[in-house]
C-alpha cells in the first residue's frame, strides 16, 4: 500500500492559519485523487472533515466550518489542510485519507499544537 | 438516531482471537456496510477492512489477508470483526464506522494483546 507523508506536527497561534500537508509517493498522482481529511481529539473517533479534489468537486462535512478548507499542489503532490482563524478546539490529530486501488489509506497524521 | 454501539474492552494473549461487535441502530442495517478501521496506542489510523450488510461480500486490506474476518448478523443488525493469531502489535483501539465520510463511527474497542 501506498504511503501518504504527513509531517508528525505543526503549530500555531490562535487567530493565524494552519497549513497541513499530505504527500503522496511519486507514482500516485495527486491530481487524480480525492483527498479526505479527518480530525482527532484524545479518546473520540475520527471526524470527517471535507474532501477536495478540484476547487469545482469538493465536499465539507456536516456542521464542519468554512475555517477548514482543502486543496492541492500539484507541483509537490500534495493535499493541503488550510485551517483559517486557528481557535484553540482546533487542536487535534489531523489525516488525510485516500482511496487508491481497493482499498483506503491513511496518512501517518499531523499534530496541530495551537499555542 | 443512527448509531453504532461496540462490544467492551478485551484482554487477550498472544496466539488467541478476539471478536469485536458493532450492533448498529436507527436506519436499516442492510442498506449500508461497515468500515473497520483501527489505531495502536500514540499511532495512526489503519484501514482493516469493508463488508457490506446487504450480501455480506467483503474486501480486506491485504496486511491482514488471512487473519480477519467480518460478518453481520441481520437479524441482530450487528458487524463482527475477528481477528486471529493476535500478536503484541494488534493492541489497538478497534472502530466500526457505517461510513468513513458520512459515519457514524462506533466508539471504539480497545483490545490489549499481553502476555
Known amino acids: 500500500q501506498p504511503v501518504l507523508t504527513q509531517p508528525p506536527s505543526s503549530s500555531a497561534s490562535p487567530g493565524e492559519s494552519a497549513r497541513l500537508t499530505c504527500t503522496l509517493p511519486s507514482d500516485i498522482n495527486v491530481g487524480s485523487y480525492n483527498i479526505y481529511w479527518y480530525q482527532q481529539k484524545p479518546g473520540s473517533p475520527p471526524r470527517y472533515l471535507l474532501y477536495y479534489y478540484s476547487d469545482s468537486d469538493k465536499g465539507q462535512g456536516s456542521g464542519v466550518p468554512s475555517r477548514f478548507s482543502g486543496s492541492k499542489d500539484a507541483s509537490a503532490n500534495t493535499g493541503i489542510l488550510l485551517i483559517s482563524g486557528l481557535q484553540s478546539e482546533d487542536e487535534a490529530d489531523y489525516y488525510c485519507?485516500?482511496?487508491?486501488?481497493?482499498?483506503?489509506?491513511f496518512g501517518g497524521g499531523t499534530k496541530l499544537t495551537v499555542l | 438516531q443512527v448509531q453504532l454501539v461496540q462490544s467492551g474492552a478485551e484482554v487477550k494473549k498472544p496466539g488467541a482471537s478476539v471478536k469485536v461487535s458493532c450492533k448498529a441502530s436507527g436506519y436499516t442495517f442492510t442498506s449500508y456496510g461497515i468500515s473497520w478501521v483501527r489505531q495502536a496506542p500514540g499511532q495512526g489510523l489503519e484501514w482493516m477492512g469493508w463488508i457490506s450488510a446487504y450480501n455480506g461480500n467483503t474486501n480486506y486490506a491485504q496486511k491482514l489477508q488471512g487473519r480477519v474476518t467480518m460478518t453481520t448478523d441481520t437479524s441482530t443488525s450487528t458487524a463482527y470483526m475477528e481477528l486471529r493469531s493476535l500478536r503484541s502489535d494488534d493492541t489497538a483501539v478497534y472502530y466500526c464506522?457505517?461510513?468513513?465520510?458520512?459515519?457514524?463511527w462506533g466508539q471504539g474497542t480497545l483490545v490489549t494483546v499481553s502476555s
Open positions: 464506522a457505517r461510513d468513513l465520510v458520512t459515519g457514524p
Open positions: 485519507m485516500i482511496w487508491p486501488s481497493n482499498a483506503w489509506v
